[in-house]
């Protein structure tokens, strides 16, 4: 069953899953994403549809929470370069 379909849909089962067993996780822990536990949920929510059989739907969370993840690693980056308040 795991290799039915076309190449496409095989990656983009593979590539699906992998997002969708990370973001929870990283989310839940807080290791990955620095959220507020409504973020969080919504990150769980996102997560689990992206395992959706349909193809769309898959893609479509997948990159919302790709995007989540660029995001939140540009904003880790701009808070450790700005400088602390009463250094001197």
């Not at 059989?53 to 790709?66: E, G, K, M, Q």
Request: hydrophobic fraction near 60%; proline fraction near 5%; glycine fraction near 6%.
């Amino acid at each position: 069953m795991l290799l039915n379909g076309s190449l496409m849909d095989i990656a983009i089962a593979l590539g699906s899953a992998i997002i969708a067993i990370t973001a929870p996780s990283a989310a839940v822990a807080g290791h990955m994403f620095r959220a507020s536990w409504p973020q969080r949920g919504f990150l769980i929510a996102v997560a689990l549809a992206a395992i959706s059989s349909h193809r769309a739907v898959s893609v479509a969370t997948s990159v919302v929470l790709l995007a989540f993840a660029a995001w939140d690693a540009r904003a880790a980056r701009v808070a450790t370069a700005a400088p602390t308040r009463g250094a001197p």
